[in-house]
């Protein structure tokens, strides 16, 4: 099985670089795909370095950017990583093993930067939650690491602006083919939480799935 990792930009001239760089030195080669939204600085300019597979999205947020990577992906399986990870050497190839049998599998966010207060927050959200919650059948999906068959996201597009990997993970766990693996693990920035990870989360995230879990309604609504 060979795979494609399409990462989603927009002016992320100071991290697409690295990131491109530890994909092209992976122990199971892959094929790389850009999605930008339409970068004003050098995102480009770099990213064209590393790749020729280089599309833009329509405007219409992270769902429609993803739906655009996997639709111009030539392998069997699509991942996603941030701009702002640091894929291990490993990292595909531990994905290509895991997902034999499944239809998208996750991991681990695993911070390389912030304080350690800052660190120890972020594991708890992204390794030691998700891991509990995994052994009570609930297997997260987290959007800067996850990855899925072709086939699965031709049923099962993106559709949020936002949370979109929660509400896709929602889905598929219907079909019992999502696993949350431990060992597939990616090296993010913490640079989303530099106001608080509590602040941060509570705004951003609690809120927007309490809005539309309780009130039925999204504060950027659906990608149509």
């Known amino acids: 099985m060979k795979i494609s990792v399409v990462v989603c930009t927009?002016?992320?001239?100071?991290?697409?670089?690295?990131?491109?760089?530890?994909?092209?030195?992976?122990?199971?080669?892959?094929?790389?795909?850009?999605?930008?939204?339409?970068?004003?600085?050098k995102t480009l300019k770099i990213a064209r370095k590393y790749t020729n597979k280089i599309y833009f999205d329509n405007g219409k947020g992270i769902s429609d950017a993803r739906n655009v990577g996997w639709k111009n992906a030539s392998h069997d399986i699509v991942a996603y990583c941030d701009a702002?990870?640091?894929?291990?050497?490993?990292?595909?190839?531990?994905?290509?093993?895991?997902?034999?049998?499944?239809?998208?599998?996750s991991g681990p966010l695993m911070p390389?930067?912030?304080?350690?207060?800052?660190?120890?927050?972020f594991l708890l959200w992204s390794d030691f939650y998700p891991r509990i919650m995994g052994l009570m059948g609930y297997h997260n999906v987290w959007g800067a690491n996850m990855a899925f068959k072709k086939?699965?996201?031709?049923?099962?597009?993106?559709?949020?602006?936002?949370?979109?990997?929660?509400?896709?993970?929602?889905?598929?766990?219907?079909?019992?083919?999502?696993?949350?693996?431990?060992?597939?693990k990616l090296p993010v920035s913490c640079r989303r939480f530099e106001k608080?990870?509590?602040?941060?989360?509570?705004?951003?995230?609690?809120?927007?799935?309490?809005?539309?879990?309780?009130?039925?309604?999204?504060?950027?609504?659906?990608?149509?």
Not at 12 to 19: F, H, M, Q, S
Not at 112 to 121: P, V
């Open 196 to 224: 608080g990870f509590y602040r941060t989360s509570i705004n951003f995230y609690v809120r927007e799935w309490m809005r539309r879990k309780i009130i039925k309604k999204s504060t950027t609504g659906y990608y149509k």
């Open 151 to 184: 086939s699965i996201l031709k049923k099962f597009p993106f559709k949020m602006k936002f949370l979109e990997d929660h509400d896709i993970g929602v889905r598929l766990r219907k079909t019992f083919k999502v696993k949350f693996c431990e060992d597939i």
């Open 84 to 105: 702002d990870s640091l894929p291990p050497k490993d990292w595909t190839k531990k994905i290509i093993k895991n997902i034999k049998n499944l239809y998208c599998v």
């Open 112 to 121: 390389y930067d912030g304080n350690t207060l800052m660190k120890i927050n």
């Open 10 to 41: 927009m002016n992320e001239e100071k991290y697409i670089g690295p990131c491109l760089e530890h994909l092209i030195n992976q122990d199971s080669s892959c094929e790389i795909i850009v999605v930008d939204a339409h970068s004003t600085d």
